[in-house]
T-cell receptor
Framework: KNQVEQSPQSLIILEGKNCTLQ??????????LRWYKQDTGRGPVSLTI?????NTKSNGRYTATLDADTKQSSLHITASQLSDSASYIC??????????FGAGTTVTVRA | DTGVSQNPRHKITKRGQNVTFRCDPI?????LYWYRQTLGQGPEFLTY????????KSRLLSDRFSAERPKGSFSTLEIQRTEQGDSAMYLC?????????????FGPGTRLTVL
């Protein structure tokens, strides 16, 4: 069973709108949580990295939150753009090399 | 371009053939990772190197798979006697393990199709 679960599996939003992606994890031990953006046919690119002591971190229009007690994270995309169309992957790190990946949420932004 | 590069980007082969992929990491990075990603799933860890030493291999890495990093720089991943189930995107990543975030930077991947 995957230890990192993401929802929804996919979503479609209109350009300029906001959306929030969810991530629940059971990975233990926990070192840090990352959100990656993966364009079709490309490798993942890191958006944010958070340790258990951080509640929120922003990178431009992307804001990630973390609740280490409930083992939940979210990624909020503000004022979406067409270029935001991609898969967003939640990744939990157990140590300094082993990453556990979620299946991703596919976001489609339409004009 | 100073990012992680992978070659080839696409490979189509017939079942039973051998294939080899190459990964060139970011030059100062001492760690190199291989992942496999199937459609609609996140990447799965296969193996990783610190310099030239292969430190861990996933049980996903069957006897038909072998990875090398002979001089601690580029790495190759070979799949022998390919099967249709080997069809996937093979991703390489590299990082600088120096006690910090050890952030992994990914290459564009090699998409393998086994007919």
């Amino acid at each position: 069973k995957n230890q990192v679960e993401q929802s929804p599996q996919s979503l479609i939003i209109l350009e300029g709108k906001n959306c929030t992606l969810q991530c629940n994890y059971t990975v233990s031990p926990f070192s840090n949580l990352r959100w990656y953006k993966q364009d079709t046919g490309r490798g993942p690119v890191s958006l944010t990295i958070m340790t258990f002591s951080e509640n929120t971190k922003s990178n431009g229009r992307y804001t990630a939150t973390l609740d280490a007690d409930t083992k939940q994270s979210s990624l909020h995309i503000t004022a979406s753009q067409l270029s935001d169309s991609a898969s967003y992957i939640c990744v939990v790190s157990r140590n300094d090399y082993k990453l556990s990946f979620g299946a991703g949420t596919t976001v489609t932004v339409r004009a | 371009d100073t990012g992680v590069s992978q070659n080839p980007r696409h490979k189509i082969t017939k079942r039973g053939q051998n294939v080899t992929f190459r990964c060139d990491p970011i030059s100062e990075h001492n760690r190199l990772y291989w992942y496999r990603q199937t459609l609609g799933q996140g990447p799965e860890f296969l193996t990783y190197f610190q310099n030239e030493a292969q430190l861990e291999k996933s049980r996903l890495l069957s006897d038909r798979f072998s990875a090398e990093r002979p001089k601690g720089s580029f790495s190759t991943l070979e799949i022998q006697r390919t099967e249709q189930g080997d069809s996937a995107m093979y991703l390489c990543a590299s990082s600088l393990a120096n006690g910090g975030w050890n952030e992994q930077f990914f290459g564009p991947g090699t998409r393998l199709t086994v007919l």
